[in-house]
């Protein structure tokens, strides 16, 4: 499985994005995806993610002003982040795993298929 993170960008604090990613699969449906976060300096972190049942699930640092869905083509993950903040800079990985469950999903061990970042830059 491919996937492909795309849509960061410099943005300032308040201001919106949305990330996609692509991945190579026909759907997703078999598939938990998730995003990560990771600072400089720091370590990659749980944004939140989408279940294979389409269950939804946010780190508590997002929760409120970030959204995951499903593309249309349901093949493609999207997360919306809104009033950003500059703490949210971070590059931004989504990651895919066919195992993984309630227990696991914030863990970066569930996840056997990563995409590439997206570089998100929030200014004050």
């Known amino acids: 499985v491919q996937l492909q993170a795309s849509g960061g960008g410099l943005v300032q604090a308040g201001d919106s994005l949305r990330l996609s990613c692509a991945t190579s699969?026909?759907?997703?449906?078999?598939?938990?995806v998730a995003w990560f976060r990771q600072a400089p300096g720091m370590e990659r972190k749980f944004v939140g993610a989408i279940n294979r049942s389409g269950g939804i699930s946010y780190a508590d640092s997002v929760k409120g002003r970030a959204t995951i869905s499903r593309g249309d083509a349901r093949n493609t993950v999207f997360l919306q982040m809104n009033n950003l903040r500059p703490e949210d800079t971070a590059v931004y990985y989504c990651?895919?795993?066919?195992?993984?469950?309630?227990?696991?999903?914030?863990?970066?061990?569930?996840?056997?298929?990563w995409g590439q970042g997206t570089q998100v830059t929030v200014s004050s």
């Open positions: 990651a895919a795993g066919s195992s993984v469950i309630v227990s696991n999903v914030a863990s970066q061990t569930a996840y056997k298929n």
């Open positions: 699969l026909r759907t997703i449906s078999g598939y938990a």
